[in-house]
């Protein structure tokens, strides 16, 4: 019963990952952001990830000599 479970989560993992790949599915970051509560005001510019406060790196740390 266990291998049948790792059988079945396994093709579905490549399935959606074939689905993403060809553009069957696609995420519409801009509205799951929104959904969350995390959006921007301008809602006509398009959402680059890297400069979402929320997913955006720490700050480096400074170092005093």
Known sequence: ???LRWLLL???IYGL????KNG?????????F???GLGFDDSEQPLRL???PI???PPA?????
Do not use: C, I, N, Y
């Not at 069957?24 to 799951?32: F, G, H, K, P």
């Not at 740390?61 to 000599?65: D, G, T």
């Open 17 to 20: 990952g074939t689905a993403f």
């Open 1 to 3: 019963m266990t291998m």
């Open 10 to 12: 396994g093709l579905l």
């Open 55 to 57: 997913l955006k790196p």
């Open 34 to 36: 929104e959904d969350a």
């Open 50 to 52: 890297h400069e979402h």
């Open 24 to 32: 069957w599915l696609e995420v519409q970051w801009q509205q799951l």
């Open 61 to 65: 740390p400074s170092r005093e000599p």
